[in-house]
Each structure stands twice: as C-alpha cells, then as structure tokens.
C-alpha cells in the first residue's frame, strides 16, 4: 500500500517493534522450571527487563503513533494495547473488557482473528490493510504488520503485530489513483472528440481511414473478405437551398441515424465529406454487400422526411477487397462506383467494376 521512501521508512520501523514485542513474548516465556539456587534472582531480573522493553514498546506507541495487537490462538484471547485503542478512536482512559475487541472488529467487518489464522504458516512478518470507521467518528485506514511466534513444536504460540495508521498514504494514493483514471478518462474523450463528426457522432474521415488500413491488412492476412460501401445524398445542396442548412444538418443526422442502425456489431460508419458516408463492412462479400445496400437505400428514401419536408434519397458505389489492394485503392474504386450511381441517374447502387 505505502510507496517510496516513507513507506519503507514506517515499514522498517514497524518489523523494529515487531521485534521488541516478541522479545517481550520470548522473555515472558523463559523457562521457569529451572531449579536452582539463583531461580528467584532469574525471575527477579526477567521482571525487570520486561518492565523495560514494555516501557520502550509504549515510548514507541506513544512517538510513532502506533498500537501492539497480540492473539493467543490456545486461548483465543487477544491484547489491545492503548495504540491500538486509540487507533479506533477509544479513549485511553475507557474500559476495556472481555469481548470489546471482538465487538469493534465485528463492527468495521474485520476478521483480524480469521485472517491472522489462516496465515500461520508464514515465516517472517506479513501486512494487512483495513478501512476502519473509529469510536470517533474519524474513517482511517490502518496497516497491521504482524508476526507468528512458534513454539519448539513448531506452532503459532502467539501472534504480535504492530498497527499503524495510514490514513494519509492511502489518501494520497487514492487520490493519485483517481487523478490517473480522469487523465486517462479525459485522454480517452478527447481521442474520441478527435475522432468523431460532431454533427452526427459518426467516425470522421481520419477515423474512418485509419479504421479501412486496419481492416485491410487484416482481410489479408487472414483472407476474410471485406467490402467497403461509399454513399451520398442526392442533390443536397438544393435540401440546403430551399429548406435552409439547419434542415440540411437535421438530414444528416437522420441519415446517420439510420445508417447506424443498418449497420452490424464490428461495422464503422463514417462522414467523409459534406454529404458523403462510408462503411466499412468485415468479412462480408460482393452479394451479402448489394443486399444491405439496397436495403439501405430504399431505409433513407423512406424514413428521412422530417415535418413537411420530402425525405432525401441516396446513390450507393460498393466494392470489395482483392488481392494486391492497398486501402486507398479500395477507396477509389468504392468512389468511381458512386460516381457512376449518380451518373445513372442517382438514388441507385452500383457495383465497381
């Protein structure tokens, strides 16, 4: 969770303390069956060499803002110490009885027991991260660095781990984490922006082209077919003319309506001029291509009539990928076809040769 030199910085700290606290564990533990003479002397001095590393253990708490959690896995019993009390916003001076500590783990949906258990296998100290909301009233996030404490059997006598809080580190990331996902989220709009005929929300001619070069160099290499439709509206400049360029905009943005919902899942349709469309269509051959042409032709003579205003027709050029083609080569066929559509005495479809 913590990055760079601050982070390593409270993390070489906190294995420090995890030290200091099992040495406590370890002094505690002596062996008190030895029978000697100097029995009583021994655990006169271990006394007070653990009143001593449980002064500097509070020292440490109390400078670093830390808390010491420890769990008994014979027993079930954990210890809070006052860091860690008032790292859930507790009072020092509050009571502390049997069953608080599970009370305030159950209530910031913590199984710290639970987690710590299912990791007693682990040899050297591990790091767990938890999103409290403290007696307090106060959200933080915590990280607790803790160590298993085996016995000469080889089992979890004890488990020590230092608590901290982290609340600022984690805001600090979080806030860099958001920052990157708007830049990108920002980047991805203004690419889309770039990309995109802001009359109709079709792809532009930039797009449109970068999209044809993809799909060629795919269809050649895996030698799927691919045809390339371009269309026009007939006689627009008189729609302009007589009706005035806002009808003339309200026409194009009905015949990209339509033309989108003609097209397939995987299609790209595109404004490449004033009144001039393309789509591409993958994997689809010279019969299927006529088919949807036509169709699309008779959907725009037929859906385009705004108000009172007569709808528009279109004239249609098609062609499809040969062997040897380079994308502007398409392209060009796909534009003599449309020019002998119009030729022909317009809203028709025409095949290049």
Not at 47 to 64: C, D, F, H, Q, Y
Not at 193 to 202: F, I, S
Request: glycine share 8%; with cysteine; charged share 25%.
């Amino acid at each position: 969770m913590l990055t760079g030199e601050a982070g390593n910085s409270a993390l070489f700290a906190a294995c420090i303390l995890l030290g200091v606290v099992a040495m406590v564990f370890v002094v505690a533990t002596v062996n008190a069956r030895r029978e000697s003479r100097f029995a009583a002397r021994i655990a006169r001095e271990r006394g007070e060499r653990m009143s001593e590393l449980l002064r500097t253990v509070r020292m440490a708490e109390n400078i670093a803002d830390l808390g010491i959690w420890q769990y008994d896995p014979a027993n079930g019993a954990q210890q809070w110490s006052d860091g860690m009390r008032t790292l859930f916003g507790m009072a020092k001076d509050e009571e502390f009885i049997d069953g608080d500590a599970e009370t305030v783990l159950f209530a910031n949906d913590i199984d710290l027991v639970g987690q710590v258990t299912a990791r007693s296998k682990e040899v050297g100290p591990y790091e767990l991260h938890y999103d409290i909301h403290g007696y307090d009233g106060m959200p933080r996030s915590i990280s607790v660095q803790a160590c298993n404490l085996h016995n000469g059997s080889g089992e979890v006598a004890r488990v020590v781990a230092v608590v901290r809080d982290v609340t600022d580190q984690v805001q600090r990331e979080r806030k860099l984490e958001r920052s990157r996902v708007s830049a990108l989220q920002e980047a991805s709009v203004a690419r889309k922006l770039a990309e995109t005929d802001p009359l109709t929300g079709l792809a532009n001619r930039r797009r449109v082209m970068a999209v044809l070069d993809q799909q060629v160099v795919q269809s050649q290499k895996n030698g799927e077919p691919l045809s390339l439709i371009l269309f026009d509206i007939d006689h627009f400049k008189s729609v302009n003319d007589t009706y005035g360029h806002p009808h003339g905009d309200r026409v194009l943005q009905e015949v990209a309506k339509i033309a989108m919902e003609q097209a397939r899942e995987g299609d790209v349709v595109g404004r490449v001029g004033g009144e001039e469309f393309v789509w591409i269509v993958p994997g689809a051959d010279n019969s299927y291509t006529r088919i949807i042409s036509e169709r699309l032709r008779l959907a725009i003579s037929m859906g385009t009539a705004i108000e009172d205003k007569p709808p528009v027709t279109i004239s249609v050029g098609f062609t499809s990928l040969v062997a040897g083609d380079a994308p502007l080569k398409l392209f060009a066929r796909a534009d003599t076809a449309l020019y002998d559509a119009k030729g022909a005495g317009r809203n028709r479809v025409r095949m290049a040769a």
